[in-house]
């Protein structure tokens, strides 16, 4: 008979079995300090492809990370099966600070913010002038997320034998950015690539464009299909070799230059929820101080705005200041307006 209260003993207690979730928690967490280091090359429904030492290995998410996502460009640690081969899976254990990011949100209403790529020095934003027709909008999005981010903005401007570029360059000439012109028989021939690739040395570049503007003839065209092979990511072809991107993809630059071309799904739209305008200053070095007598959370246009002034006594050139404001006022507009 058992007994209970103050003549119980130890062998009254009953100790029920450890159940899954029963178990102690703990706040201390591996260190993982043999860990490798290794970039996300792709992602795919929770697998990530990376390059590690040269291998590339497949891997998940340790769950220790929580929320956090890797996505395309992250430098990550790895444990694991770090083989490569056929079936083995590593896990991403850490996710290294992020140097820049290009991010967008779905609508311009949508409230949660995506990381596309991570850690790129540069956005080439690839655009024709024709068929189909440039869309300025969109444009301007695409230089408000590059500056928004950390990112240098690159305009690659194609078909120009269908339609000349100056208007479209006039449009952001005040910004000062650098751009490529090619055509048709350039994107075809190989041509534009070798342009384009003057660009890309020694730097990691992401590729935006809406569909039918090149852009994946373009990055066919700097990575060939032997690179692909070499770094064991396979994409799915259609039709003149070309590749139908559903994720972001990253791929080593062709020829002996070091850099990497970043490929990413064709967009419709891009949302800028996410964007403060504070952040987009920093891209105008030349009309950032002027800001430091504008009133508390200033949109930069509206009346109190310091930056009237600041232009009026020729510290800046107004052009500049039409720009920042176009741009800014992209946020808060539809692409078809």
Same mark, same amino acid.
Request: glycine letters at 8%; proline letters at 6%; a negative charge.
């Given at each position: 008979?058992?007994?209970?209260?103050?003549?119980?003993?130890?062998?009254?207690?009953?100790?029920?079995?450890?159940?899954?979730?029963?178990?102690?928690?703990?706040?201390?967490?591996?260190?993982?300090?043999?860990?490798?280091?290794?970039?996300?090359?792709?992602?795919?429904?929770?697998?990530?492809?990376?390059?590690?030492?040269?291998?590339?290995?497949?891997?998940?998410?340790?769950?220790?990370?929580?929320?956090?996502?890797?996505? %395309? &460009?992250?430098?990550? !640690?790895? $444990? @694991?099966?770090?083989?490569?081969? #056929?079936? *083995? +899976?590593?896990?991403?254990?850490?996710?290294?600070?992020?140097?820049?990011?290009?991010?967008?949100?779905?609508?311009?209403?949508?409230?949660?913010?995506?990381?596309?790529?991570?850690?790129?020095?540069?956005?080439?934003?690839?655009?024709?002038?024709?068929?189909?027709?440039?869309?300025?909008?969109?444009?301007?999005?695409?230089?408000?997320?590059?500056?928004?981010?950390?990112?240098?903005?690159?305009?690659?401007?194609?078909?120009?034998?269908?339609?000349?570029?100056?208007?479209?360059?006039?449009?952001?000439?005040?910004?000062?950015?650098?751009?490529?012109?090619?055509?048709?028989?350039?994107?075809?021939?190989?041509?534009?690539?070798?342009?384009?690739?003057?660009?890309? %040395? &020694?730097?990691?570049? !992401?590729? $935006? @464009?809406?569909?039918?503007?090149? #852009?994946? *003839? +373009?990055?066919?065209?700097?990575?060939?299909?032997?690179?692909?092979?070499?770094?064991?990511?396979?994409?799915?072809?259609?039709?003149?070799?070309?590749?139908?991107?559903?994720?972001?993809?990253?791929?080593?630059?062709?020829?002996?230059?070091?850099?990497?071309?970043?490929?990413?799904?064709?967009?419709?739209?891009?949302?800028?929820?996410?964007?403060?305008?504070?952040?987009?200053?920093?891209?105008?070095?030349?009309?950032?101080?002027?800001?430091?007598?504008?009133?508390?959370?200033?949109?930069?246009?509206?009346?109190?705005?310091?930056?009237?002034?600041?232009?009026?006594?020729?510290?800046?050139?107004?052009?500049?200041?039409?720009?920042?404001?176009?741009?800014?006022?992209?946020?808060?507009?539809?692409?078809?307006?």
């Amino acid at each position: 008979m058992r007994r209970y209260g103050r003549n119980a003993d130890e062998d009254d207690i009953r100790v029920r079995p450890n159940r899954k979730g029963n178990r102690p928690r703990t706040s201390i967490r591996p260190k993982h300090e043999d860990a490798a280091e290794g970039m996300v090359l792709t992602v795919d429904r929770g697998r990530l492809t990376c390059l590690v030492e040269g291998r590339v290995v497949m891997a998940m998410k340790a769950r220790e990370l929580g929320r956090k996502a890797a996505v %395309v &460009g992250d430098r990550v !640690a790895l $444990v @694991g099966d770090l083989s490569g081969e #056929k079936d *083995t +899976l590593a896990r991403i254990v850490r996710i290294g600070e992020r140097a820049s990011v290009l991010r967008r949100t779905a609508d311009d209403d949508d409230p949660y913010e995506r990381v596309v790529v991570a850690n790129a020095d540069q956005l080439a934003i690839v655009t024709a002038l024709a068929d189909p027709e440039p869309r300025p909008r969109l444009i301007d999005r695409c230089l408000v997320a590059a500056f928004d981010g950390g990112l240098e903005p690159l305009l690659v401007l194609t078909k120009s034998d269908l339609a000349p570029a100056s208007a479209l360059l006039e449009l952001y000439g005040a910004l000062d950015i650098p751009y490529v012109v090619t055509n048709r028989e350039d994107l075809y021939d190989g041509h534009a690539a070798e342009v384009v690739r003057e660009h890309l %040395v &020694g730097r990691t570049t !992401a590729f $935006v @464009g809406h569909s039918g503007v090149g #852009k994946t *003839t +373009l990055v066919n065209a700097l990575v060939p299909e032997d690179r692909r092979r070499v770094t064991g990511v396979v994409n799915a072809v259609t039709g003149r070799g070309r590749h139908t991107t559903t994720s972001a993809l990253a791929l080593p630059l062709a020829g002996d230059a070091e850099g990497w071309v970043i490929d990413t799904p064709g967009v419709r739209s891009f949302g800028l929820n996410h964007v403060d305008p504070g952040r987009v200053i920093h891209a105008f070095p030349d009309l950032e101080p002027g800001t430091e007598q504008c009133p508390r959370a200033c949109s930069h246009d509206e009346p109190d705005c310091a930056l009237d002034a600041w232009v009026a006594e020729g510290h800046a050139d107004p052009a500049r200041l039409f720009s920042l404001r176009r741009l800014l006022a992209a946020r808060e507009r539809h692409e078809g307006d």
